[in-house]
């Protein structure tokens, strides 16, 4: 779907979104005019009948030929059925087409929405909340659904009605045309006011709503931290404190927009009571036919009345406006790692991989790498140890392309990877993290999580492999256990077998563990270094650990500080050093000084 540019107003940015939907859109605005002027008939109808009863044989349908009552009247019952089987079957048409093309438009900016989401880089989702994205790919959406499918019918109706009543006023009684038509430039004024007090007021709404479902997604993630920490009414009070802001700024666009209508109606009486009497002194002067005075206070409501729902209609109007501009404002939001062209086949991959003078900083923060320099031989396992926010998990990130380097680059095979295609990147590299994410489904299904179409017996091997099949054929429904979200029903060591058998059935020719046992008990560890000796053969491993002992067995470990490589070497070359990664086994060892180089 196409889009517009950010400085773009929100309705011409959706008119330019609806173009691909034009002959939709086209059909169902013909539908919605069709509809009305069928719905103003019924006034001509029951002026030509006045006219009937009270010219009799010199009526204006006598002027047709039909030249007695009876006959005029079987025309009117004829045309009547007409009329109002072309109104139902127009008011179906549009109903039907609007509502397609508002689940359809609906259905694709959630999608594009989404799909764009997926190509922005981390530091967006760290800047902003769940929350909020959430809000826009739920009720904004939805709000602009709602607007599609009801409210741009009823503006096209009520130009409509304008246009068509207006004209026939004009050629009957352009007197009281005029009368009729005083107000309305008070009604356009006073609408056209009141929609640009409005927006401002919805798009506090808007805001409102994204901080409280951001507060609520966060309190339902971290139920366990509130309940043992007794925050309960600290919590209620926080989010009792937001609701009221929503509220408070709801309550701020109702009192303005419920305003409205009760303004409007006191303009349209006034024009009401001028038309009923100098429309009535003209038919009683004879200047008019009976009949057609009959007709213009008939259609003077059907003009008049249906401008006390434009406040309703500009309310919507402008709900969906405001929810619109945060759609395409996502969807604005540049793409700060494009992928490249570089095709890379996953089974040619042969993992070598080198960071060349990098430099790197998080937005706002020093840089952490400067100038990085490390090279890591096609298949070899690497250990990456340090203190906290020495840049071994950053190392992982810029790797996966998760952030942009500053300068310097990085190569796959020799290839710089901003050059690769990024699912290629992605394809060939797989990672194990700490912070293991389970979806909800099945124990299935989260094994074989990116390799979709993986067959149950490869998967029951991968489990295997990951010494994770013992605990998965104790559980109730065995590999079609539901593990609940984020796989709550599973324990922590549990919930690391499962990562590691969805990399053994990956099968990436680069692998990343990053800490993925420093959660676990020593029992799992063990399982998981079983596991980790037969899933680092034959290629390229990285190996982020606190716990020197992960470490302990790899081809070579760097020591980080601070974003730097202090120390590099075999776990007995590092020992015998007596550097910073002797004095930290020494450390996790238990050991005395003496002993640290033992």
Same mark, same amino acid.
């Given at each position: 779907?196409?889009?517009?540019?950010?400085?773009?107003?929100?309705?011409?940015?959706?008119?330019?979104?609806?173009?691909?939907?034009?002959?939709?859109?086209?059909?169902?605005?013909?539908?919605?005019? +069709?509809?009305?002027?069928?719905?103003?008939?019924?006034?001509?109808?029951?002026?030509?009948?006045?006219?009937?009863?009270?010219?009799?044989?010199?009526?204006?349908?006598?002027?047709?030929?039909?030249?007695?009552?009876?006959?005029?009247?079987?025309?009117?019952?004829?045309?009547?059925?007409?009329?109002?089987?072309?109104?139902? +079957?127009?008011?179906?048409?549009?109903?039907?087409?609007?509502?397609?093309?508002? =689940?359809?438009?609906?259905?694709? +900016?959630?999608?594009?929405?989404?799909?764009?989401?997926?190509?922005?880089?981390?530091?967006?989702?760290?800047?902003?909340?769940?929350?909020?994205?959430?809000?826009?790919?739920?009720?904004?959406?939805?709000?602009?659904?709602?607007?599609?499918?009801?409210?741009?019918?009823? /503006?096209?109706?009520?130009?409509?009605?304008?246009?068509?009543? !207006?004209?026939?006023?004009?050629?009957?009684?352009?007197?009281?045309?005029?009368?009729?038509?005083?107000?309305?430039?008070?009604?356009?004024?006073?609408? #056209?006011?009141?929609?640009?007090?409005?927006?401002?007021?919805?798009?506090?709404?808007?805001?409102?709503?994204?901080?409280?479902?951001?507060?609520?997604?966060?309190? #339902?993630? !971290?139920?366990?931290?509130?309940?043992?920490?007794?925050?309960?009414?600290?919590?209620?009070?926080?989010?009792?404190?937001?609701?009221?802001?929503?509220?408070?700024?709801?309550?701020?666009?109702?009192?303005?927009?419920?305003?409205?209508?009760?303004?409007? $109606?006191?303009?349209?009486?006034?024009?009401?009571?001028?038309?009923?009497? /100098?429309?009535?002194?003209?038919?009683? $002067?004879?200047?008019?036919?009976?009949?057609?005075?009959?007709?213009?206070?008939?259609?003077?409501? $059907?003009?008049?009345?249906?401008?006390?729902? #434009?406040?309703?209609?500009?309310?919507?109007? %402008?709900?969906?406006?405001?929810?619109?501009?945060?759609?395409?404002?996502?969807?604005?939001?540049?793409?700060?790692?494009?992928?490249?062209?570089?095709?890379?086949?996953?089974?040619?991959?042969?993992?070598?991989?080198?960071?060349?003078?990098?430099?790197?900083?998080?937005? !706002?923060?020093?840089?952490?790498?400067?100038?990085?320099? +490390?090279?890591?031989?096609?298949?070899?396992?690497?250990?990456?140890?340090?203190?906290?926010?020495?840049?071994?998990?950053?190392?992982?990130?810029?790797?996966?392309?998760?952030?942009?380097? =500053?300068?310097?680059?990085?190569?796959?095979?020799?290839?710089?990877?901003?050059?690769?295609?990024?699912?290629?990147?992605?394809?060939?590299?797989?990672?194990?993290?700490?912070?293991?994410?389970?979806?909800?489904?099945?124990?299935?299904?989260?094994?074989?999580?990116?390799?979709?179409?993986?067959?149950?017996?490869?998967?029951?091997?991968?489990?295997?492999?990951?010494?994770?099949?013992?605990?998965?054929?104790?559980?109730?429904? $065995?590999?079609?256990?539901?593990?609940?979200?984020?796989?709550?029903?599973?324990?922590?060591?549990?919930?690391?077998?499962?990562?590691?058998?969805?990399?053994?059935?990956?099968?990436?020719?680069?692998?990343?563990?990053?800490?993925?046992?420093?959660?676990?008990?020593?029992?799992?560890?063990?399982?998981?270094?079983?596991?980790?000796?037969?899933?680092?053969?034959?290629?390229?491993?990285?190996?982020?650990?606190?716990?020197?002992?992960?470490?302990?067995?790899?081809?070579?470990?760097?020591?980080?500080? %601070?974003?730097?490589?202090?120390?590099?070497?075999?776990?007995?070359?590092?020992?015998?050093?007596?550097?910073?990664?002797?004095?930290?086994?020494?450390? =996790?060892?238990?050991?005395?000084?003496?002993?640290?180089?033992?």
């Amino acid at each position: 779907m196409a889009r517009a540019s950010g400085s773009a107003s929100a309705l011409q940015r959706l008119l330019i979104t609806l173009r691909p939907h034009r002959r939709l859109v086209w059909l169902a605005a013909a539908c919605s005019v +069709l509809n009305k002027l069928f719905d103003l008939a019924p006034p001509v109808l029951i002026g030509l009948a006045v006219d009937v009863v009270v010219q009799q044989d010199t009526s204006w349908l006598a002027s047709l030929g039909f030249t007695t009552v009876p006959a005029q009247l079987t025309l009117l019952a004829a045309l009547s059925f007409v009329i109002w089987s072309a109104e139902s +079957l127009f008011e179906y048409l549009f109903g039907v087409l609007w509502r397609n093309l508002a =689940q359809t438009v609906q259905h694709e +900016l959630r999608l594009e929405a989404y799909g764009h989401l997926q190509r922005l880089q981390m530091a967006f989702f760290e800047a902003g909340s769940s929350g909020r994205l959430m809000t826009i790919l739920g009720d904004d959406i939805n709000q602009l659904e709602r607007f599609l499918d009801h409210g741009a019918n009823e /503006i096209l109706q009520l130009i409509t009605t304008v246009l068509a009543v !207006g004209g026939a006023m004009l050629v009957l009684s352009p007197t009281v045309a005029g009368a009729a038509f005083v107000p309305i430039p008070v009604i356009l004024w006073g609408s #056209l006011r009141f929609q640009r007090q409005l927006a401002p007021r919805y798009a506090e709404v808007r805001e409102a709503a994204g901080d409280l479902a951001s507060s609520l997604a966060n309190n #339902l993630g !971290g139920m366990l931290t509130i309940k043992s920490y007794t925050a309960e009414a600290w919590e209620q009070a926080r989010l009792t404190e937001q609701s009221q802001a929503y509220r408070q700024a709801n309550s701020r666009a109702i009192r303005l927009s419920a305003a409205f209508i009760p303004l409007i $109606r006191f303009a349209i009486l006034f024009a009401f009571l001028a038309i009923l009497v /100098i429309g009535g002194l003209q038919a009683w $002067r004879g200047a008019i036919a009976v009949g057609s005075y009959s007709f213009l206070v008939f259609i003077t409501q $059907r003009l008049l009345w249906p401008l006390t729902s #434009l406040g309703r209609t500009l309310d919507d109007y %402008q709900r969906a406006m405001a929810s619109t501009s945060r759609v395409l404002d996502l969807l604005a939001t540049p793409v700060a790692i494009p992928s490249g062209d570089t095709r890379l086949p996953r089974a040619l991959v042969q993992g070598e991989l080198r960071f060349e003078a990098v430099t790197f900083g998080y937005e !706002g923060r020093e840089p952490l790498l400067r100038g990085f320099d +490390l090279t890591i031989p096609a298949g070899s396992t690497i250990g990456i140890v340090g203190a906290t926010g020495s840049g071994k998990s950053t190392l992982v990130k810029l790797l996966l392309r998760l952030y942009s380097i =500053q300068a310097g680059r990085i190569l796959l095979d020799g290839l710089p990877i901003e050059t690769l295609r990024l699912n290629d990147l992605r394809a060939a590299i797989g990672l194990v993290s700490q912070e293991v994410f389970l979806f909800h489904g099945t124990v299935a299904e989260n094994i074989a999580y990116g390799s979709f179409d993986a067959p149950r017996a490869a998967v029951e091997r991968a489990a295997a492999l990951a010494e994770a099949a013992g605990f998965i054929e104790a559980l109730p429904q $065995r590999y079609d256990t539901v593990v609940g979200e984020r796989g709550q029903r599973l324990s922590g060591g549990q919930r690391q077998r499962i990562a590691l058998a969805r990399a053994i059935l990956k099968d990436p020719p680069v692998l990343i563990l990053d800490e993925a046992t420093a959660a676990v008990d020593n029992e799992t560890e063990a399982a998981i270094q079983r596991s980790l000796e037969r899933l680092t053969a034959e290629r390229t491993t990285l190996v982020i650990a606190h716990r020197l002992s992960t470490v302990r067995h790899a081809d070579s470990i760097v020591v980080l500080e %601070q974003g730097r490589i202090v120390e590099r070497g075999s776990h007995e070359q590092l020992i015998g050093a007596a550097g910073p990664y002797a004095n930290l086994w020494r450390v =996790q060892a238990g050991l005395r000084p003496e002993e640290a180089v033992q």
